[in-house]
């Protein structure tokens, strides 16, 4: 077993039309699980190339098709489908926003209000009253109650689970961790922690 970097990227599918995302994994790089999307340097160097692989159809996996990622200055800048990636000279290619997917990511993230977000809370303030106020995803959320806590799954520190709202998103679970070393804590919808319920909920 090897270390991977690992692209993520969507494409027009040349099957069906509709968009599909896709995923390559590589050991072509530094090898540090990085995620690379749209707009990522994935070197320093100053190469200009293209970097092709197989994909399928999400409707009909047998339907195959090629993607090639295309690196600007060692950017990824676009992405191609089939006869594009014979057609495209990468030295006619541009640089684009530095980080352009993992921003457009991010913003979708703050639209549903599940998953990481990029403010603080630290661990150490935990277990939270009830009416503690935070900031999240760019707006303020109010701890309903605690739900549970439990021993961390990777250390011995506990884990925090509550009901918190919001005037724009409703009703969330708010998962409080040193895990999430960045930001201290996840948000998440009923409906993803109804797809992991041990980990969320008492049976
Ligand atoms: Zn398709």
């Given at each position: 077993m090897g270390m991977f970097d690992t692209f993520y990227g969507e494409v027009t599918c040349p099957h069906c039309g509709e968009i599909h995302e896709f995923e390559e994994q590589t050991k072509?790089?530094?090898c540090l699980l990085e995620e690379?999307?749209?707009g990522d340097y994935v070197e320093r160097g100053n190469s200009n190339y293209i970097l092709k692989f197989e994909w399928f159809c999400d409707k009909d996996r047998n339907k195959r098709f090629d993607i090639g990622i295309a690196f600007y200055k060692g950017q990824i800048v676009k992405f191609l489908?089939?006869?594009?990636?014979?057609?495209?000279?990468?030295?006619?290619?541009?640089n684009i926003e530095d980080g352009l997917g993992k921003r457009l990511i991010y913003e979708k993230t703050c639209r549903?209000?599940?998953?990481?977000?990029?403010?603080?809370?630290e661990y150490e303030l935990n277990p939270l009253t009830e009416e503690y106020k935070f900031t999240a995803f760019g707006v303020?959320?109010?701890v309903i109650?605690?739900?549970r806590?439990?021993?961390g799954f990777l250390s011995k520190d506990m884990e925090y689970y509550y009901e918190v709202k919001s005037k724009e998103h409703g009703m969330r679970i708010m998962y409080a961790s040193n895990r999430f070393r960045d930001s201290g804590m996840a948000i998440y919808t009923?409906?993803?922690?109804?797809e992991y319920r041990s980990l969320y909920f008492d049976e």
């Open positions: 072509q790089y530094d690379f999307r749209i489908v089939n006869k594009e990636i014979e057609t495209t000279n990468p030295e006619s290619l541009d549903g209000a599940d998953g990481i977000p990029k403010e603080k809370l303020e959320w109010e109650r605690l739900y806590q439990k021993e009923l409906e993803h922690c109804n």
